[in-house]
C-alpha cells in the first residue's frame, strides 16, 4: 500500500475514534458518577441507530430533516436512558454492584426483542446523508464526505463535554460525584436528580453515536453486545469516568486497527503474520498491555473496592442435618430422572445441561463469592477445558478418560498464566482483564483453522459404547456431585478461611502472615480448573465443540447464574444454574420473543431478591427466627 493509502486508512482511523469515542463517552460518564457498570449501554446505542433509520425514512430527505431525525434519535435515547435510571436503577443504588450490572443485563434482553419486534430481524440501512453523499480526492484516492465529517465530531463532542463538566455548576457537581458521592449529598446536592440527568446525557451520547452510524452501518440485532464490548475496552483503557482518556484510548485503538490494515501482510524473522487478522482482538490485546502496567488506565484514578457499598456478608457455617438430608434427596431425585425418560424423553437432556452448568457456576462462584474477584471473562477456562479435551480425543488419539483428565489440565495451566496478571487487580479492572484474555483465546481458536476447526469447531466427540445415552448422565452426575463436594471442602478448609480472610480485608490478612496474591492465584487456579472441567463434560454431551463456548455470551451466562442463585452459599449457584436453564428451555418453547419474558423475569428477581434467590429466601427465614424468637419472649 503506498502512502496515499496510508494516509487514507490513517483517516479511517480518526472516523473509528470518533465513533468509539461517542460510544463510550456516555458510559464512561455514567460510571464516574454512579459506579454502575451499564451493560445496556450498547443497547442504548443500538436503539439509536434503530430510532434514526425510522426518523430519517420518515423526514430525512433534505439535510435540514436529516439532521434534526438524528437529533431527535439522540433526544429519544436520552429520555429512555433517564426513565430507565428513575424506575429501575434508582431502586437498586444500594444493591451490590454486580446485581446492578445483572439488572442492567436484563435490560440487553428486553430491548433486543422490542427491536426485533419493532423492526424484524433483518438488517436496515440508513439512507446517505443529503449533501454529503459524494466523496472527496485525497492524493490519488477518494474518501467519503460524510466520513471526513465525522472524523471532527468525535473533538467537537470532546469539547463540548471538557466545556459541560468544567465550566458550569453542574459540572461541578458531577466533578465532585466522582470523587465523593456521599460527601456531595451531604452537602445538599440533590444526588437523585443528578444521577438522572448524568444517565440521561450518557444514554444520549450512546444514541447520538449510533444515530451518527445511519449511512455506514446497518441496524442490526447483534450490534448491543458487539458494541458494548468495544466501549468497556475504551472506557477501561482510558480510565473509568475520564472523558479525555476515552477519546484518547479511542484514537489508540483505532489507529492502531487502521495500521494493521494498511499493513497488511508483514514478514519477521521467516515468520508471516496477517496483520489485518489481529484487529479482532487487537483492542483486548491493547487493554491487557495497558492494565498490567497501568492497572487502572491511562487516565484514571484508583477507586475503592467494589465490595464496600454492599452489605457485610454472614460468615459461612457448616451445613445441619435437614440440609445434608435435602441435598441427600435432591441427588437421588436426579439420578432417578433418567427413568421417566420414556414419558419425558427431553428431561434427561435438559437435566444433564442443568448439571454441567451448575459446576460451570460453582467454579465462578468460588472465584466471586469466597474470592471476591469478579471475572467477566470466565468462558475462557470453559472454553480451554472443552476444547484440550475435545482435542486429546480428536488429534492425540487419546481416550475419552484421559481427555477428561488433561482437558481441565490444561485449563488449569490457562488460569495460571492468566491470573498471574489478573490477580494484580481489583473490582472492574480485574473483570475487564479477564475479558481481554478471553477474547485472545476466542480469537486464537477461531482463527486457528488447521488446529482447532475454526468457525466450524470440531465434530464427532461423543463418549465410548459403554457410556452412551443415560450412563453419561450418571458419569457427569457423579463427577458433577463430587467436585461440588470437593468445592464445600475447600471453603471449609484452612485455605478456604485464608480465601474470604483475603477478599473481606487484604491488608489484616497479609499482616497476620497470609500471602494475599499467593491465595487468589491459587483460588484463581482452582476456579480455572473446575470451569475446564465443566468444558470438558459439555464436549462430551453435546458432540461438537465451537468458538461459542469461549464468547462474551457464555461469560455472561456463568454470571447470571451465580447471581441469580446468590454469592452468599454454595447453593446459590446451583439454584441459579438451574432457574437459569429452565426458565430459558421453557420460554424459548413458548415464545419468538423469549429474550424479553427471560429479561423481564430477571429484573423482578433483582427488584425482589436483590441478594439472589437464595440468599433473599435465607433472609426471609432468618428474620422469621427472629420474630418467632421474640414472639417466645413476649409470650415468657
Not at 482510558?238 to 514478514?267: N, W
Not at 457485610?312 to 434427596?329: D, H, I, K, T, Y
Amino acid at each position: 500500500m503506498g502512502f496515499s493509502g496510508l494516509v487514507v486508512q490513517l483517516l479511517n482511523g480518526l472516523v473509528e475514534a470518533s465513533s468509539l469515542f461517542m460510544l463510550a463517552a456516555g458510559l464512561s460518564l455514567i460510571f464516574g458518577v454512579t459506579r454502575i457498570v451499564n451493560f445496556a449501554h450498547g443497547s442504548l446505542y443500538m436503539l439509536g441507530l434503530y430510532v434514526a433509520y425510522t426518523l430519517v425514512r420518515s423526514f430525512g430527505g433534505t439535510p435540514l430533516g436529516f439532521w434534526v431525525a438524528l437529533a431527535a434519535a439522540a433526544l429519544l435515547i436520552g429520555t429512555l436512558g433517564a426513565v430507565i435510571e428513575i424506575f429501575l436503577l434508582r431502586r437498586i443504588y444500594r444493591a451490590p454492584e454486580l446485581f446492578q450490572l445483572l439488572a442492567t443485563f436484563a435490560l440487553v434482553l428486553v430491548f433486543n426483542d422490542m427491536a426485533l419486534w419493532l423492526w424484524g430481524p433483518e438488517d436496515l440501512l440508513g439512507p446517505l446523508a443529503p449533501g454529503l453523499s459524494g466523496s472527496i480526492r485525497i492524493l490519488d484516492r477518494y474518501f467519503p464526505s460524510y466520513d471526513l465529517l465525522l472524523v471532527f465530531v468525535g473533538p467537537a463532542v470532546l469539547g463540548l463535554m471538557w466545556g459541560l463538566l468544567t465550566r458550569t455548576r453542574w459540572g461541578m457537581y458531577v466533578r465532585a460525584a466522582t470523587q465523593d458521592r456521599e460527601m456531595l449529598g451531604a452537602l445538599g446536592v440533590n444526588q437523585a436528580w443528578l444521577f438522572t440527568s448524568v444517565f440521561a446525557l450518557g444514554a444520549l451520547l450512546a444514541g447520538l453515536g449510533g444515530a451518527l452510524q445511519i449511512p455506514r452501518v446497518p441496524a442490526n440485532l447483534s450490534l448491543d453486545l458487539s458494541s458494548i464490548g468495544d466501549a468497556f475496552v475504551v472506557v477501561v483503557v482510558g480510565g473509568m469516568g475520564s472523558i479525555p482518556g476515552a477519546y484518547v484510548a479511542a484514537l489508540l485503538i483505532a489507529e492502531l486497527k487502521a495500521l494493521c490494515v494498511a499493513l497488511g501482510t508483514v514478514s519477521f524473522l521467516g515468520f508471516t503474520f496477517a496483520l489485518p487478522k489481529l484487529t479482532l482482538v487487537l483492542e483486548f490485546v491493547f487493554m491487557a498491555v495497558v492494565l498490567v502496567f497501568r492497572p487502572w488506565g491511562l487516565f484514571g484514578r484508583q477507586q475503592g473496592a467494589s465490595r464496600n457499598s454492599a452489605p457485610v456478608e454472614a460468615p459461612l457455617r457448616r451445613s445441619g442435618l435437614a440440609f445434608r438430608a435435602f441435598m441427600v434427596v435432591l441427588v437421588v431425585v436426579l439420578a432417578l430422572l433418567p427413568s421417566l425418560s420414556g414419558l419425558m424423553p427431553y428431561v434427561p437432556i435438559l437435566m444433564l445441561d442443568v448439571i454441567i452448568a451448575a459446576l460451570f457456576a460453582l467454579s465462578l462462584h468460588l472465584m466471586m463469592g469466597p474470592g471476591g474477584m469478579a471475572s467477566f471473562g470466565h468462558a475462557a477456562f470453559f472454553g480451554l477445558g472443552a476444547y484440550g479435551a475435545a482435542l486429546c480425543l480428536k488429534a492425540a488419539g487419546l481416550p475419552m478418560g484421559w481427555a477428561i483428565v488433561l482437558g481441565p489440565a490444561i485449563a488449569a495451566l490457562g488460569a495460571l498464566v492468566i491470573g498471574w496478571f489478573c490477580i494484580r487487580l481489583s473490582g472492574v479492572y480485574l473483570a475487564m482483564l479477564t475479558l481481554a484474555f478471553a477474547q485472545i483465546v476466542w480469537s486464537v481458536v477461531f482463527q486457528w483453522d488447521d488446529f482447532t476447526g475454526g468457525s466450524n469447531g470440531l465434530i464427532g466427540l461423543w463418549p465410548p459404547a459403554w457410556l452412551e445415552g443415560n450412563n453419561y448422565y450418571y458419569f457427569a452426575l457423579a463427577i458433577v456431585v463430587l467436585s461440588a463436594w470437593v468445592i464445600r471442602r475447600i471453603l471449609f478448609s484452612p485455605f478456604g478461611y485464608a480465601i474470604r480472610a483475603c477478599r473481606d480485608s487484604a491488608l489484616r490478612a497479609g499482616a497476620i502472615g497470609i500471602d494475599v496474591q499467593q491465595v487468589q492465584w491459587l483460588t484463581f487456579i482452582l476456579s480455572g480448573s473446575f470451569a475446564g472441567l465443566a468444558g470438558a463434560l459439555f464436549v462430551f454431551s453435546k458432540g461438537s465443540v465451537g468458538p461459542e463456548v469461549i464468547s462474551i455470551g457464555k461469560s455472561v451466562d456463568a454470571l447470571v447464574m451465580v447471581l441469580l442463585g446468590g454469592l452468599q452459599t454454595l447453593m446459590g449457584p446451583v439454584v441459579g444454574a438451574a432457574v437459569f436453564h429452565l426458565l430459558q428451555d421453557y420460554f424459548m418453547g413458548a415464545t419468538q420473543y423469549w429474550h424479553a419474558l427471560f429479561g423481564g423475569v430477571i429484573l423482578l428477581l433483582v427488584l425482589l431478591a436483590p441478594d439472589g434467590i437464595v440468599g433473599s429466601l435465607g433472609n426471609l427465614a432468618g428474620r422469621w427466627k427472629e420474630r418467632h424468637s421474640a414472639t417466645k419472649e413476649k409470650a415468657a
